[in-house]
């Protein structure tokens, strides 16, 4: 079986590479910036680097799709840098270029991430299925990015029904490899990694915060499954249980910290502008918002089970933030780097601001 995988040095991305080696794969990375083929899973990679954005990205996607058994789309601009591609252009036009890459050379099956943040908001703590309403939530960039991508696949489903087409909805994806990628998104460079999870570090939240974790290996498990049975249609992603405020700030730090949900956005905005904090406050509002996900479907339909907990999810991801571990891609090993008086990271106002 041939295998593309676009996104292959990310988080997901470098955990699915792993799954598909125990299958005897031939397996082609799509990545923008390709990684050092020294350091597993990439050495039995076949990598074409390509900015699946840039207008002459379909040439060299079409050629990577030769011959293809499936194509799995996981590149996605979720936090980028200022320096980095704007998101629109690898979220829209790149996942464009991607599905027109798919039809042109007849790949049969493709695989899209897209994710529980595309849901519309629900009751907090109503889980919901594969069927609710898919228009994201009001303020967050990547929420209306991934409802977006929705649409896309449904007309694409609709224009090619040859094509087995699948989407996976996960919640928040971890991994020790992603702790230098996460430290970077929600971290400020100016706090030492090793507070984390010390008894006597606060750790501001709101009291209604609620938190769901999948790790990696399990959803890249989930995307080998949907590859061998040749499925379709959408598979909520998530294991158990969801996380409180409380377990959350127990993991991180020590207590938590009270704080009203207007303050922690005024501080966040602060933030953000100044260079301080990479956090951009439409995060807050998606953290808040976004729906928590029933993930029964998969169990049923792909005989997918999660075989990490949240709560060991959580004590791996701090563990690896604290030691300072870093993966072997150019994603997954960021440089830790401030400059004051200019964000570090691009906005997540909706419309891509």
Not at 39 to 55: F, K, M, N, Q, T
């Amino acid at each position: 079986m041939k295998v593309v995988v676009t996104g292959a040095t990310g988080n997901v991305g470098t955990a699915l590479l792993r799954a598909l080696r125990a299958d005897d794969c031939e397996i082609v990375g799509i990545a923008r910036r390709t990684p050092d083929r020294a350091h597993e899973p990439y050495s039995a990679v076949r990598w074409v680097p390509c900015d699946i954005g840039l207008a002459g990205s379909v040439e060299t996607l079409r050629a990577a799709c030769a011959g293809a058994d499936v194509l799995v789309h996981l590149a996605w601009g979720i936090h980028p840098r200022r320096d980095d591609p704007p998101m629109h252009r690898t979220n829209s036009t790149g996942t464009d270029h991607v599905l027109r890459a798919v039809t042109e050379a007849a790949v049969p099956q493709l695989i899209a991430a897209s994710s529980c943040a595309a849901y519309t908001p629900a009751d907090r703590w109503r889980r919901v299925s594969e069927d609710r309403h898919l228009s994201g939530v009001p303020g967050s960039a990547y929420s209306a990015s991934k409802a977006e991508l929705e649409t896309k696949l449904d007309r694409f489903e609709a224009s090619h029904p040859g094509v087995r087409t699948a989407r996976i909805r996960p919640c928040g994806i971890a991994q020790a490899e992603s702790a230098a990628e996460l430290a970077d998104w929600i971290l400020p460079p100016w706090l030492p990694r090793w507070l984390l999870g010390r008894r006597l570090v606060p750790v501001p939240l709101w009291r209604d915060f609620r938190l769901q974790l999948v790790h990696s290996s399990d959803v890249a498990a989930a995307i080998r499954r949907i590859a061998q049975l040749r499925a379709a249609g959408a598979f909520n992603l998530a294991a158990e249980p969801c996380l409180g405020a409380n377990a959350l700030a127990g993991a991180f730090g020590g207590f938590r910290l009270p704080a009203p949900r207007q303050a922690l956005d005024a501080a966040a905005w602060t933030g953000w502008r100044t260079g301080l904090l990479p956090l951009h406050p439409a995060w807050l509002t998606l953290a808040d918002r976004t729906c928590l996900i029933d993930s029964s479907e998969a169990r049923r339909e792909l005989g997918w089970a999660p075989r990490f907990g949240a709560h060991e999810i959580c004590a791996e991801l701090v563990s690896a933030m604290c030691a300072g571990q870093t993966g072997h891609s150019p994603p997954l090993a960021p440089a830790r780097r401030m400059r004051l008086g200019v964000p570090s990271h691009q906005s997540q106002r909706p419309r891509y601001r």
